[in-house]
């Protein structure tokens, strides 16, 4: 089984300060592992994903991410935030099931504040 | 390009009443096909998902149930809703297990 713990249920930045969003997993398996944000009553839209591939992964709107298998950790950065990031952050495991599933396991998200 | 239709966005319903929730993808055939719900404080929770037409696989015990009667339709549906069915409904596909996109969601309130 896989799971997905995410440090920190809120976290507030200043605005132009560095973001960082922690994300641990465990996996028995080589782990696809994402990111997703979520504004206010909409879905979930990917910023970033790694699947194996460069251990570095950048995103969309500034955000990356890097694969730390020693640590088991995934987390979210972005240097510098911006009022707009304020959202709701999800990190996610993929699960390969075997019958070709794909499901997704997620961390319980991260409320991120930006205070101008 | 592919694209991921899901209503209505807001739904309000009584105790005892039915629920269909409707999801459709367009841009992709025999997608894989996944309903998630999302409660206050309990992030996302994998309720059905679907590898083909009319195979459903069901993760949790519940008052739900899902249909898939056609490649890229998947149905969310109850026949009395529960006050603990509230929630947010999100829908979403994948083709590999490098990506998955979800639905802007339904926003479910049983009063």
């Known amino acids: 089984a896989q799971s997905v713990t995410q440090l920190g249920s809120h976290v507030s930045v200043s605005e132009g300060a560095l973001v960082l969003l922690r994300c641990n997993y465990s996996?028995?398996?080589?782990?696809?592992l994402f990111w997703y944000v979520q504004y206010p009553n909409q879905g979930l839209q990917l910023l970033l994903k790694y699947t194996s591939a460069a251990t570095l992964v950048k995103g969309i709107n500034g955000f990356e991410a890097e694969f730390k298998k020693s640590e088991t950790s995934f987390h979210l950065t972005k240097p510098s935030a911006h009022m707009s990031d304020a959202a709701e952050y999800f990190c996610a495991v993929s699960d390969d099931s075997g019958a070709g599933s794909y499901q997704l396991t997620f961390g319980k998200g991260t409320k991120l504040s930006v205070i101008p | 390009s592919q694209t991921i239709h899901q209503w209505p966005a807001t739904l309000v319903q009584p105790v005892g009443s039915p629920l269909s929730l409707e999801c459709t993808v367009e841009g992709t055939s025999n997608p894989n096909l996944y309903w998630y719900r999302q409660a206050a404080g309990r992030g996302l929770q994998l309720l059905f998902y679907s590898v083909g037409i009319g195979q459903i696989s069901s993760e949790v015990p519940q008052n739900l149930s899902a249909s898939r009667p056609q490649d890229r339709q998947f149905i969310l549906s109850s026949k009395k809703l529960l006050l603990s069915d509230s929630g947010f409904y999100l829908c979403?596909?994948?083709?590999?297990?490098?990506?998955?996109?979800f639905g802007q969601g339904t926003r479910l309130t049983v009063v």
């Open positions: 979403a596909w994948s083709a590999a297990r490098t990506a998955t996109f």
């Open positions: 996996s028995s398996v080589p782990p696809y």
